[in-house]
Nanobody, 127 residues
Framework: QVQLQESGPGLVKPSQTLSLTCTVSGGSITTNMKYWSWIRQPPGKGLEWMGTISASGNTYYHPSLKSRASISRDTSKNQFTLQLSSVTPEDTAVYYC???????????????????WGQGTQVTVSS
């Protein structure tokens, strides 16, 4: 059974860089044809796709976040990480990591689009 767990700070100051890590167990992030994504849900809004890293390490980003988001991975730890720079209060959201078996590049997603999800972690941007 694949399990994903997000970790990172719950509070970030405006203009700083948010860094979140997703630790995966029960399956390798290098398994072919698997795609590992970051998704967030701001208060009162839907699930917004942020970016994806493929099993081979290719990265894909939401066009509106491309200049601020970066996804990397540590295959030795079976983890992948999101960094989001220059955060503002509009970046306040519950952040999720998730896995899909196809490459999804649509800006808004539903729970059923991904086979596995982390529990989510609340991140608040505030001074």
């Amino acid at each position: 059974q694949v399990q994903l767990q997000e970790s990172g700070p719950g509070l970030v100051k405006p203009s700083q860089t948010l860094s979140l890590t997703c630790t995966v167990s029960g399956g390798s992030i290098t398994t072919n044809m698997k795609y590992w994504s970051w998704i967030r849900q701001p208060p009162g809004k839907g699930l917004e796709w942020m970016g994806t890293i493929s099993a081979s390490g290719n990265t894909y980003y939401h066009p509106s976040l491309k200049s601020r988001a970066s996804i990397s991975r540590d295959t030795s730890k079976n983890q992948f990480t999101l960094q989001l720079s220059s955060v503002t209060p509009e970046d306040t959201a519950v952040y999720y990591c998730a896995r899909a078996s196809v490459l999804l590049l649509k800006p808004w997603v539903s729970k059923s689009d991904y086979g596995y999800w982390g529990q989510g972690t609340q991140v608040t941007v505030s001074s």
